[in-house]
């Protein structure tokens, strides 16, 4: 089925963005909203300590969800109903992963839970309610294909979430299902660091990287609205590096 309305267009669609209250999923709802979607932007904080609000912002509507209880995703999807667009950018929560040799089997299993199943958990309560024409994106990042001492178990979840997509493209179709990769982006993601330090990483970014420049929410907004009205892409990783895969590591 062709895709309605204009090209780059998502007027009279329903998106939903799970991670959407924070960082690169913010950056992705409000992209969608622009768009002239109906947003639904899902998280597990409380909505009065979520981002303030911007341009656009009126289309967005915000859910509760917590992506490690299947309960909690069902019922989500339950009371959103029918959908158009998802998008999975919930990451797990800081310290959830490290070293190999200072990991558990329970550690490890904890950051392929929140990551990978939860995200599992979205585009299987999702799909069935997703109308002709939708699409199911999920997020992963460089290091699914240069992986860096002390991510190990980052780098393998996110390649089993590229794997996934690639499998659910052919299962799932026409439904579409992508992945967005990005790179070194500058976002909430960062907030551990101070702001000399913060500067600093921005300095080694833009002078390590092609395009000399750190990523923004907004490119990774960008993106998901190009896989969201593109009807003729699934299976796909649309890289969103600035070149990082190309380059020595940082």
Same mark, same amino acid.
């Given at each position: ?17 799970? &991670? !959407? ?5 913010? /950056?992705? #709802?409000?992209?969608?909203? =622009? +768009? *002239? $979607?109906?947003?639904?932007? %899902? ?89 002709? &024409? !939708? ?5 992963? /990042?460089? #290091?699914?294909?240069?992986? =860096? +001492? *002390? $991510?190990?178990?980052?780098? %393998? ?94």
């Amino acid at each position: 089925m062709e895709a309605k309305g204009v090209e780059g267009s998502l007027e009279g669609r329903r998106v939903v963005i799970v &991670g !959407g209250t924070s960082g690169m999923g913010l /950056g992705a #709802a409000r992209a969608s909203a =622009r +768009a *002239g $979607a109906e947003v639904s932007a %899902a998280g597990r904080r409380p909505r009065e300590e979520r981002a303030a609000g911007a341009p656009g912002d009126a289309r967005v509507a915000h859910e509760t969800v917590d992506v490690t209880d299947e309960g909690s995703v069902r019922a989500m999807f339950e009371r959103i109903g029918a959908l158009d667009h998802l998008l999975i950018s919930a990451a797990p929560e800081p310290g959830s992963w490290g070293a190999f040799l200072e990991q558990d089997v329970a550690g490890a299993q904890r950051y392929m839970s929140a990551k990978f199943f939860g995200s599992w958990a979205c585009a299987r309560y999702a799909a069935p309610r997703m109308r002709a &024409g !939708g699409s199911i994106t999920f997020l992963t /990042g460089g #290091a699914a294909v240069r992986p =860096r +001492a *002390g $991510a190990s178990m980052v780098s %393998a979840t996110f390649a089993a979430l590229e794997t996934l997509a690639r499998g659910l493209a052919i299962e799932l179709g026409p439904l579409r299902v992508n992945v967005i990769r990005p790179g070194y982006t500058d976002s909430e993601m960062w907030s551990f660091l101070d702001d000399a330090a913060r500067e600093q990483l921005r300095e080694r970014v833009r002078a390590a990287m092609p395009v000399r420049r750190m990523g923004t929410v907004e490119d990774i907004g960008h993106a998901a609205v190009f896989l969201m009205t593109n009807p003729q892409v699934t299976g796909s990783v649309l890289d969103i590096t600035g070149g990082e895969t190309l380059v020595d590591g940082l």
